[in-house]
């Protein structure tokens, strides 16, 4: 059964038949109380204070009203006043606190099953990146420790590290092993660069430290890390990560590189699909790219997404149940969306800018399309104070705009998919049996 929600839902529904596509919008608006201000009987002070009992008086009378004035204009509780303003339930969206990856790769990176050992490295490398936002007096010491400790477990878990590397890659991981310890790029490099108190170099260095954390935990990552519930099994499903090439191609006008130099009619985007948080939408979605059922398709913008035409009549598409992955637990939810207003969070989030992710199904937001997905231009201005879309956790997403993303806010609607590849991942694509293969099966 699906949760209630409380506040602002944005789902993409299909075309209508006048061709107007637009998102259906549910909102309900946060009732502010707002208290009666009465004029004090008394407003001077009273003859006989001293000096300094007046002055803390004025200073009391200045603070409360400062405290009603924010009370009325601020949408959050104050200490000792009415809290009932926004429920405690709600207070995820609204807590700047709130920590979900802020860029595809960061999300891609922590979704991979790996190594507990890989695990804590990369925890203890990704808080130095919230460390380097700090503008001024940045803890480097704090950042040193944290490098001390990812080389601590680096050098005291090589042997499981290595462990979990299959056979046949073994050789890679070493070499990468290596590099990630004292290659140039490396975690002794990234002590030296904190040393030197050199912000530009840390973050460089940081982020090649992180590329070889990620390469490795995919190593370790063969497979899916859980088995699928026996309904799916029949599923097409993607056990690993995939990259797929999108050309798109503008109906009128033309593509300007972000960085200057010529417009072109075309440009093309890579997006890496991730089957080890959604085997079952990257399955399907993977199925169709390579029958080039997305070549030719047409593209339409609505509020904050760029989605593409329900082309579910003319292919043969699987109807994927929703598939959304919470964050600490380690295999996926089916048909149950997240209520991120008690704290529940997904892997994959949908807040960040060039998400992909399935819409719903005509009949059932249980259910994905079998065919039409999405790409979020998430815009803070309309998410809460944490970061956070109204919509998070309700869709599923399964991947992440790596490359060509500043040619997501140049498509227009009239543009076309021109063509849609499977560049990577193939060889992780496992196709059930034809026969088995039922648009609308949940079971055999």
Not at 80 to 109: F, H, Q
Request: aromatic share 8%; charged share 20%.
């Amino acid at each position: 059964m699906r949760r209630a929600k409380k506040s602002l839902f944005i789902k993409p529904i299909n075309q209508t038949n006048s061709g107007d596509f637009r998102f259906r919008l549910h909102s309900t608006s946060n009732k502010i109380g707002t208290k009666e201000l009465k004029p004090c009987c008394n407003s001077s002070i009273d003859s006989k204070l001293n000096p300094f009992e007046a002055g803390s008086k004025n200073l009391e009378k200045l603070v409360a009203t400062i405290l009603i004035c924010v009370q009325v204009w601020s949408p959050l509780p104050m200490f000792g006043l009415d809290s009932a303003y926004i429920s405690p339930a709600e207070a995820v969206l609204y807590s700047p606190d709130t920590k979900v990856p802020r860029t595809g790769e960061l999300a891609l990176r922590r979704a991979i099953p790996a190594n507990p050992g890989m695990k804590t490295i990369q925890a203890s490398l990704e808080d130095i990146s919230y460390l380097l936002r700090i503008p001024q007096r940045k803890p480097y010491g704090t950042m040193e420790s944290n490098v001390k400790k990812a080389l601590k477990v680096a050098m005291d878990d090589k042997d499981s590290i290595l462990a979990s590397i299959p056979a046949d890659l073994k050789d890679k991981g070493s070499e990468m092993y290596a590099s990630l310890v004292d290659g140039k790029g490396g975690l002794q490099a990234l002590i030296t660069s904190i040393k030197k108190q050199d912000p530009d170099k840390v973050s460089i260095g940081l982020a090649s430290s992180l590329d070889t954390v990620a390469e490795l935990e995919l190593l370790q990552a063969s497979g899916l890390s859980f088995l699928l519930p026996e309904q799916y099994i029949n599923y097409p499903r993607l056990a690993g990560r995939g990259t797929v090439e999108i050309t798109i191609e503008k109906g009128e006008g033309t593509f300007t590189a972000e960085a200057g130099g010529d417009q072109r009619k075309s440009a093309t985007i890579q997006v890496v699909i991730d089957g080890y948080s959604a085997p079952l939408t990257t399955g399907n979605f993977a199925k169709l790219v390579t029958s080039g059922a997305y070549d030719g398709v047409k593209l339409n913008t609505v509020n904050q997404a760029v989605i593409t035409e329900d082309g579910s009549g003319k292919v043969e598409g699987v109807s994927v149940p929703l598939e959304v992955m919470p964050s600490g637990q380690f295999e996926p939810l089916y048909r149950t969306p997240l209520s991120v207003q008690d704290g529940e969070l997904p892997v994959l989030p949908l807040s960040v800018y060039g998400a992909v992710a399935m819409a719903h199904s005509e009949n059932s937001d249980e259910y994905s399309s079998p065919y039409q997905f999405f790409f979020y231009l998430y815009d803070k201005r309309n998410s809460g104070l944490g970061g956070l879309s109204f919509d998070e956790g309700q869709f599923s997403v399964f991947g992440y705009t790596t490359a060509g993303r500043d040619i997501l806010g140049q498509i227009k609607t009239g543009d076309i998919i021109k063509s849609a590849k499977l560049i990577e991942g193939q060889d992780r694509l496992i196709l059930p049996p034809q026969n088995n293969n039922n648009n609308n099966s949940s079971s055999t």
